[in-house]
């Protein structure tokens, strides 16, 4: 069951009708039954799996909780991450045995998986490790209840594809007794508006022309695949962040507060403050369970280096075993290297220009620069296999050759129509003049601070949009296959 689909709008507003109809005592059975029912249509064999994994960790953390130690805290950790290691990369590694094998000439005949990896695994495995390390170093009380806990890790607007709420925090507003408020409802409401409408109008059409080149880009070269690289960006910028407006809006709606994932990242000056911004709930707890106690910046720059590319390379095998993925997350594990290093010499550099680094010109010229670098890795993340991402790469800039004539020929191989790149127009100048404005506060409240006309007129903006251009349930969310 998509977000964006009929049958999830009726789910929902029988759950909403629900949850604030009932007795407060009677809200979190109803929510955990939602997220049963809606986990149950990807499989049943995976809301069983999602249920006894989650009994395992409140067992273990009841365990871990009477006496902290590291072995313990190692087992348990380990038991979390078989699930997600025998679904997620068990088939990879046997791939990478049949290659060095046949390299080798040695006989070997693996035997695969047939199961494809359950929805959102890697999310709420994650959120799983994050409550047994919480237990560990004291930051979290072991729950003693264990609906509470296994509906943290299951809640149905995260449990696919995030933002990660993590345990210490979604658990205390799942335990608290709140009234229905009309204007958090509203603004809930207005927000996964704006997400549906990010996903369905501008999402679901850029992927019309993205993914049949990236699976096979080799019709293709020069501006045309520079158009679609960026075409990318947009593209999973609006599903990614689309999705999760819709989670946080929806959870608004009943009263939860999700994690905050987007905040403008492609306005960032560098790469650094992009993770800042982008995917934040991720960037987070990489920071805290892999960044940090491999020692974070408290050590030698050599080591400080090392800490920044390793926590990059996990990043980029959470979102994929495979080569393309891997690159991704060293590429960007590099560029914060690269950034750590030359910080000083860019300081002098910056001080002798005629621009100033804070002023308008320099920040537009650092956030061009900076996304210029996040589209090189979007090339390795939209990829299916390494052929075709060196394809693109080298084929960028073939035979180019200034002028209007060249941009012509490269927006007609792509079947773009006059009509179609006005109304992208419109549409990207709409999505990032938005972004720009809400950069500070984020959409909702930048939304609830300007006056109810407006507020009313942006809406009907949006539904309108939805009418004339969107797709209700044409397409999956791009993140629901991590």
Known sequence: MQFNSFAFFGFFAAVFALYWALPARRRMPVLALASAAFYAAFGPVYLALLAGLSAAVWAMGLWLGRRATRRRLALALCICLVPLA????????LDVLTGLSGALRAAFAPLYLPWAAPAGISYYTFQMVSYLVDIYRGRLQPARRFLPLALSFGLFLQVTAGPLTRPRDLLPALQKERAFNCRAALSGAQLALWGLCKKVVMADTLNYYTAAVFADPQKLHGFSLVIVVLFYAVQIYADFSGYTDMARGLGAMLGLELAENFRAPYFAPSIKEFWNRWHISLSGWLKEYVYIPLGGSRVGKARHCFNLFATFVVSGLWH???????????????????????AGVRSRLWAVLPLRREGPAGRVFSAGVTFCLVCLGWIFFASPNWANAVYILTHLFYDFVPGVNYLKESVVLLGLTVPACVRFAV??????AVELAAAR?????????????FQAALS?????????????GGGSFMYFRF
């Open 427 to 432: 549409q990207f100048a709409a999505l990032f």
């Open 441 to 453: 506060t984020g959409y909702a409240v930048w939304l609830a601070a300007r006056r109810p006309w």
């Open 320 to 342: 994929g075993a495979n080569a393309p993925m891997l690159a991704w997350g060293a590429l960007h594990g590099a560029y914060m290297v690269a950034g750590t290093l030359t």
């Open 460 to 472: 009907y903006v949006w539904a309108a949009a939805l009418v004339l251009w969107g797709n209700i």
């Open 86 to 93: 025998l679904f997620k990369y068990c088939n990879a590694m």
